[in-house]
């Protein structure tokens, strides 16, 4: 079983930055495809961000362009989520997920067979 912990959530304002972590623990898997979705109140989940095994190929929803960036380090089985200039739409809860089973990440949020437990993200105007 492997399990995926979110960190690094909390209240910021809005034009401030906030560095989530998801860390990898239990059954390894190889050079699974990861990615970060959201969930606000009222609304279904979506995607947010995205990243290939090996690091070199990132996706981004067209909503975070340039302002939150996505990483990973497969040596401490952490993937990250840097959010800057963050406004109070992003304001969800966010899940890291992992796709055993491909390289390259699908934005599909079904394809997604590990999810963490989600992590607060509030941004105050």
Request: charged share 20%.
């Amino acid at each position: 079983q492997v399990q995926l912990v979110e960190s690094g959530g909390g209240l910021v304002q809005a034009g401030g930055s906030l560095r989530l972590s998801c860390a990898a623990s239990g059954r390894t898997f190889s050079r699974p495809a990861m990615g970060w979705f959201r969930q606000a109140p009222g609304k279904e989940r979506e995607f947010v961000a995205a990243i290939k095994w090996s690091g070199t190929s990132t996706y981004y929803a067209d909503s975070v362009k340039g302002r939150l960036a996505i990483s990973r380090d497969n040596a401490k089985n952490t993937m990250y989520l840097q959010m800057n200039s963050l406004k109070p739409e992003d304001t969800a809860v966010y899940y890291c997920a992992a796709d055993s089973r491909r390289f390259t990440p699908l934005l599909d949020d079904s394809k997604y067979d590990y999810w963490g437990q989600g992590t607060q993200v509030t941004v105050s105007s």
